[in-house]
């Protein structure tokens, strides 16, 4: 099956300092979704890219869909501390369109 | 703001046990998911939902597992009997479709179950 991968796993950064992660199919995918978990709460939609090469921005980040789609990233400019958790990606698959998440990559930031 | 809405919020039960749980999905969403998420991954597709009926459950353990949607509004998960590696963070999630716009998922604050 379809299988989504995430690196890193964890990254600690120093408030002000920038933060990438990078999100990696193993199929071609028709769209990716990102979602922020904060610590205690539930997931939460950020955005859906759709186009090969796409690239959107949200305030201090930037998220990327690759040409192949099959990979993609997210880009935060200046961490803040209110940027702290969990970042997953998402891909459909299957007849049903159904979502496989990535492992994450747990954000902290220090001040 | 709308939101889904899950209960209990927390549950601890002893192994053998049976266990239930709630799920209402924001008004007008057709489509309805269960996920387990074990604490540092992501979430897991156990059920999803169109409307009353079932378009995925290849990851739910059935010998254990079932999930309704009765009306096509609100859902239950069940699991008889709870087992040990049944610890988890259940999520329940509604969109309103699947696939092109508006599939977005909108997660409810999940239900923490504990099995002793």
């Known amino acids: 099956g379809q299988q989504v991968m995430q690196i890193p796993q964890y990254q600690h950064v120093q408030e002000g300092e920038d933060f990438t992660t990078y999100c990696n199919s193993s199929?071609?995918?028709?769209?990716i979704q990102w979602y922020k978990q904060r610590p205690g709460g539930h997931p939460v939609f950020l955005i859906q890219?759709?186009?090969?090469?796409e690239v959107k921005k949200q305030k201090r980040l930037t998220f990327q869909f690759g040409e192949a789609k099959k990979n993609s990233s997210l880009h935060i400019t200046a961490t803040q501390t209110t940027d702290v958790g969990t970042y997953f990606c998402a891909g459909p698959s299957g007849s049903a369109r159904q979502l496989t998440f990535g492992s994450g990559t747990q954000l902290t930031v220090l001040p | 703001e709308a939101e889904v809405a899950q209960s209990p919020r927390y549950k601890i039960t002893e192994k053998s046990q049976a266990v239930a749980f709630w799920c209402d999905p924001i008004?007008?969403?057709?489509?309805l998911y269960w996920y387990r998420q074990i604490l540092g991954q992501g979430p897991e597709l156990l059920v999803q939902?169109?409307?009353?009926?079932?378009?995925?459950d290849s990851q739910l353990p059935k010998d254990r597992f079932s999930a309704e949607r009765l009306k096509g509004v609100d859902s239950t998960l069940k699991i008889q009997p709870a087992e040990l590696g049944d610890s988890a963070m259940y999520l329940c999630?509604?969109?309103?479709?699947?696939?092109?716009?508006?599939?977005?998922?909108?997660f409810g604050p999940g239900t923490r179950l504990t099995v002793l």
């Open positions: 008004s007008g969403h057709a489509t």
């Open positions: 939902f169109q409307d009353e009926s079932v378009v995925d």
């Open positions: 999630a509604s969109s309103l479709t699947t696939g092109g716009q508006n599939n977005e998922q909108f």
């Open positions: 199929t071609t995918l028709s769209n």
């Open positions: 890219l759709v186009k090969s090469g």
